[in-house]
């Protein structure tokens, strides 16, 4: 069972640069969560879905876009990447509103 | 807006003492907060829960408790161990979608 995985583990990209962040989830997960994490900062919330085919935007969305075609999956895509979006990405999912999240490994990005 | 907050960022413990984590929320509407553990580059792993209909709970070796009179909430882990080394974040739900997380405490064992 390998709970939720997130791919690349690493990236670096050139400012004005795309690319795309999968996480996927083996438990049937109905809600799905990106969030970035900043040194010495909480968790904050970028964009989350509730279900197959829906996304909702959290804290702090801009620059990002996201999808969820398929329940397993929920995509965070960066169109233009800039310096400000260096971070540590961390997927999540659980199976309703309340309850125990569920994390992955984290991503961690750096934009030069 | 409403925030979760922690005392001290930083934790320092005797191996086999007692740790306690503190967490300070203002959302006085809140009723679910959640303790989670982020060691060194792992995501955060869940570690207890509390409903605000209680003033503790207990897991093993860890105890919640959750004041509500003045929205205090604090992580007591019994016999501190190495393995206890990371970051501990509290969080609490804000929607039935969200949860507002604080900004962590290290926890540092001393041998």
């Known amino acids: 069972n390998a709970g939720v995985t997130q791919t690349p583990k690493f990236r670096v990209l050139k400012t004005g640069q795309s690319m795309t962040l999968l996480c996927a989830q083996d438990m049937n997960h109905e809600y799905m969560y990106w969030y970035r994490q900043d040194p010495g900062m909480g968790l904050r919330l970028i964009h989350y879905s509730v279900g197959e085919g829906t996304t909702a935007k959290g804290e702090v969305p801009d620059g990002y876009n996201v999808s969820r075609l398929k329940k397993q999956n929920f995509l965070l895509g960066l169109e233009s990447a800039a310096p400000s979006q260096t971070s540590v990405y961390f997927c999540?999912?659980?199976?309703?509103?309340?309850?125990?999240?569920?994390f992955g490994e984290g991503s961690r990005l750096t934009v030069l | 807006g409403e925030s979760v907050g922690l005392h001290l960022p930083t934790l320092s413990v005797q191996e086999g003492d007692n740790s306690i984590i503190n967490c300070a929320y203002s959302?006085?509407?809140?009723?679910?907060f959640i303790w989670y553990k982020q060691e060194s580059g792992k995501g955060p792993q869940f570690i207890i829960d509390i409903r605000s209909n209680m003033d503790k709970r207990q897991g093993q070796r860890v105890t919640v408790l959750l004041n509500k009179t003045v929205k205090h909430l604090s992580l007591q882990i019994a016999a501190t161990q190495p393995g206890d080394s990371a970051v501990y974040f509290c969080a609490e739900k804000w929607s039935n979608y969200q949860l507002i997380w604080g900004a962590g405490t290290k926890l540092i064992i001393k041998p």
């Open positions: 999540a999912s659980r199976w309703d509103g309340g309850g125990e999240l569920f």
């Open positions: 959302n006085s509407a809140s009723d679910y």
